[in-house]
């Protein structure tokens, strides 16, 4: 698993490629620590390329939400049986803004 | 109706490994269990199901089994009989009931199992938990 941070406008993108579980989660939560420490008013979890999303990854997606609160809106991207499907099992989709392609993550309003 | 593939079904070796529960190694028999899914034939949408719920029963085993600071036995098991994978997941350890209210970070791995396989079942007893998960490889039964 890994992580690439990028800038978008006023939006930081975590690139996750991998899978994320038990042993990987903890490090997207340092990457999302390190990345709400600048307090951008947009951090966008793109998921395009995670070949596995465990439970344990989704609580690092829904950890990094509350973490975000007032101060950083967080935006998923997921799509597809190996991600967008255990987030939509877990009523993940309906607590979490959740968008098929990192265009759509960032063109939101 | 059911005669033709049988009997080479039963050919087909199915797999038993015992491990430390370490997430290394939860991780490690995903990726075993998913090549030998797909050796045998299963279709990879229901791969994908097979891996995630192994992985959550693997999960809970590293996780909850056994007390913190000690490690004790992972234990996998498949096989595929007349089109049903079975995949048992068992540890020696201590079954920790789900708290009533997990939190927002946590319990989402028994309703992914329930959700992801044709049939679950959770057997805790004195000598350990063990998981047993089903899925039918026509793929019909699930969606």
């Given at each position: 698993m890994s992580v690439h941070v990028e800038q978008h406008g006023a939006a930081v993108v975590l690139r996750?490629?991998?899978?994320?579980?038990?042993?990987t989660a903890p490090r997207l939560e340092e990457s999302?620590?390190?990345?709400?420490?600048?307090?951008?008013?947009?951090?966008?979890?793109?998921?395009?390329?995670?070949?596995?999303?465990?439970?344990?990854?989704?609580?690092?997606?829904?950890?990094?939400?509350?973490?975000?609160?007032?101060?950083?809106?967080v935006r998923?991207?997921?799509?597809?049986?190996?991600?967008?499907?255990?987030?939509?099992?877990?009523?993940?989709?309906?607590?979490?803004?959740v968008h098929p392609t990192l265009d759509e993550a960032l063109s939101v309003e | 109706m059911r005669l033709p593939s049988r009997s080479l079904e039963s050919l087909e070796p199915a797999l038993h490994y015992r491990v430390p529960a370490l997430p290394a190694r939860a991780a490690t028999l995903r990726q075993l269990l998913c090549?030998?899914?797909?050796?045998?034939?299963?279709?990879?949408?229901?791969?994908?199901?097979?891996?995630l719920a192994a992985y959550e029963a693997m999960a809970n085993v590293v996780v909850?089994?056994?007390?913190?600071?000690?490690?004790?036995?992972?234990e996998l098991q498949a096989d595929l009989t007349d089109g049903?994978?079975?995949?048992?997941?068992r540890d020696e350890g201590q079954w920790q009931p789900p708290p009533d209210d997990p939190g927002p970070l946590h319990g989402r791995g028994l309703p992914l199992i329930r959700e992801l396989s044709l049939d679950s079942?959770?057997?805790?007893?004195?000598?350990?938990?063990?998981v047993r998960m089903t899925w039918s490889t026509t793929g019909s039964s699930t969606r």
């Open positions: 996750v490629t991998g899978e994320l579980d038990l042993l999302v620590d390190n990345a709400l420490r600048e307090q951008p008013q947009v951090l966008i979890l793109d998921l395009s390329e995670v070949g596995f999303l465990a439970s344990s990854g989704i609580a690092a997606l829904v950890d990094a939400h509350q973490r975000g609160g007032k101060e950083t809106e998923v991207v997921a799509r597809g049986n190996a991600t967008f499907r255990p987030l939509e099992l877990t009523g993940v989709t309906a607590k979490l803004a | 090549e030998w899914a797909g050796e045998v034939g299963v279709p990879p949408d229901t791969r994908q199901e097979i891996a909850h089994a056994y007390p913190p600071g000690t490690s004790g036995v992972l049903v994978v079975t995949v048992v997941i079942r959770v057997s805790p007893g004195p000598e350990g938990t063990t």
